[in-house]
């Protein structure tokens, strides 16, 4: 049997929350401050708790499940700097030369807005 230990989340959840409410952000950077959130977490279980909270608190918004959020952990941590903990250029790069011109737009029109 799988028992979850009591852990506090609060940050990550926070972290989560400010990602999430921004208007006009592009899915990609959105994608990125997940990965960032989540990646701060050193539990296993932190993708599944991410998941949970933002099927819990955002019901209508759809592709956060622990696999997904695990994509994007491991996107950040792929494509980041680590000298300004941001996301470099080499993940422009790979968006412009993987994807479809299609898919190009939908990754840098914004996801929410106010």
Do not use: H
């Not at 932190?46 to 994007?72: H, I, T």
Request: aromatic letters at 12%; proline letters at 4%; charged letters at 30%.
């Amino acid at each position: 049997m799988n028992i979850r230990k009591n852990i506090d989340y609060t940050e990550m959840y926070t972290a989560l929350d400010f990602a999430m409410e921004a208007a006009g952000k592009q899915q990609m950077d959105l994608y990125c401050e997940i990965g960032m959130a989540v990646s701060q977490r050193t539990e296993k279980g932190a993708a599944v708790a991410a998941a949970e909270y933002l099927a819990k608190k955002y019901p209508d918004v759809q592709g956060f499940s622990p696999r997904n959020l695990r994509r994007m952990r491991d996107f950040y941590r792929t494509y980041k700097s680590p000298e300004l903990n941001t996301l470099d250029s080499r993940w422009r790069r790979c968006i412009r030369t993987s994807f479809s011109p299609k898919l190009r737009r939908a990754f840098a029109t914004p996801v929410l807005t106010a």
